[in-house]
């Protein structure tokens, strides 16, 4: 009946050892599920805010043609004057810097967690980590392109966590500080993370010159595991300037 | 390990019981603010992104 003092403390450094893991474990679950979102409903809210100051303090804005690469071929037709002052268009908007806040993303499908979500400049961990995440080199909103977005379905505030709710039809809202782009949802589709035709100005058409504006959604599929991306494509269907005020659809929530 | 530490602690059990709930606050801490956010980047969970080099950390 006798154990050896070796043997015990051999189970002792065991427990200690596997008593660590699990709250390693568990701690990394808590760390994921609750703080992240913590975190980042704390970053969309200050970059809401930021949105809000740049669009109020932009009284007079400096027109900027430039736009995107992938754009360039479909906006070059008008752009060629540099007399001012001119009309402000989807086309003649100035391309954000990285990190920055440039427009408020609304899916009545999805009011709980996509409503005047800010959209980012960029897709690495820092922007997704505030809202909605635009492909820098892609079309901007309310562009002849791909204006193309990414969000997290799982953990750091999880704006996309009902994707699977989405029907071909939905409308989804960009706002920007010109006014209001409505696209109408049309196809999705499940990729491989490397499938990054889904993004081109005219997703499955390498090359060719884009006459639509789409908007392109990307996440992770499936929510908890990543191994694919769930991708839902729309197009442009209303534009509404400032002085014609939001379209019905910003109207909708609640109702969802 | 911890009945080590434990046994380390300075004090009558109440200052003990003190510096051990402080020990798991710096340890909960560091892993919050800097372990957790490394490990998140390299563990494939969150990738929401297509990218050309995302097949790198996929699980097939």
Redesign the interface.
């Given at each position: 009946m006798s154990v050896s003092r070796r043997t015990r403390s051999i189970a002792?450094?065991a427990a200690?050892v596997l008593?660590?893991v699990g709250a390693?474990v568990l701690?990394?679950a808590v760390?994921?599920l609750w703080?992240?979102n913590v975190q980042a409903a704390r970053a969309t809210a200050s970059a809401r805010t930021d949105i809000a100051a740049s669009w109020e303090a932009a009284t007079s804005p400096v027109v900027t043609v430039s736009p995107p690469a992938d754009a360039g071929a479909a906006s070059g037709s008008e752009s060629g004057s540099s007399e001012a002052p001119l009309p402000d268009t989807p086309e003649t908007q100035a391309v954000p810097p990285i990190g920055k806040g440039f427009a408020l993303m609304s899916i009545p499908r999805l009011a709980d967690s996509v409503w005047e979500m800010p959209v980012i400049q960029g897709?690495s961990?820092d922007e997704?980590a505030k809202g909605i995440?635009h492909?820098p080199d892609t079309a901007l909103p309310g562009q002849i392109g791909n204006f193309a977005t990414?969000?997290?379905?799982?953990?750091?505030g999880e704006p996309?966590k009902d994707f699977d709710r989405l029907k071909k039809g939905d409308r989804v809202v960009v706002e920007t500080q010109d006014g209001w782009f409505v696209y109408e949802l049309e196809k999705d589709k499940i990729?491989?993370?490397?499938?990054?035709w889904?993004?081109d100005p005219v997703p499955g058409d390498p090359g060719a010159i884009p006459t639509e504006a789409l908007i392109t959604l990307?996440?992770?599929n499936p929510r908890?595991?990543?191994?694919e991306?769930w991708?839902w494509w729309g197009t442009l269907v209303e534009t509404r300037d400032r002085t014609q005020g939001p379209p019905a659809e910003l109207a909708e929530r609640g109702e969802a | 390990?911890?009945?080590w530490i434990w046994s380390h602690l300075p004090g009558p059990t109440a200052v003990r019981v003190l510096v051990a709930v402080l020990l798991v606050a710096v340890v909960?801490a560091v892993?919050?603010l800097f372990v957790?956010p490394w490990?998140?980047?390299v563990l494939?969970?969150?990738?929401?992104?297509?990218?050309?080099?995302?097949?790198n950390n996929?699980?097939?």
């Open positions: 002792r450094v200690d008593i660590t390693l701690l990394f760390y994921q703080w992240t897709v961990a997704l995440g492909y990414a969000a997290h379905r799982a953990t750091n996309f990729v491989l993370p490397s499938d990054t889904v993004i990307t996440t992770c908890w595991a990543s191994y991306r991708i | 390990m911890y009945a909960v892993l919050f957790f490990l998140e980047q494939p969970f969150g990738d929401v992104t297509v990218d050309a080099l995302a097949g996929s699980v097939p």
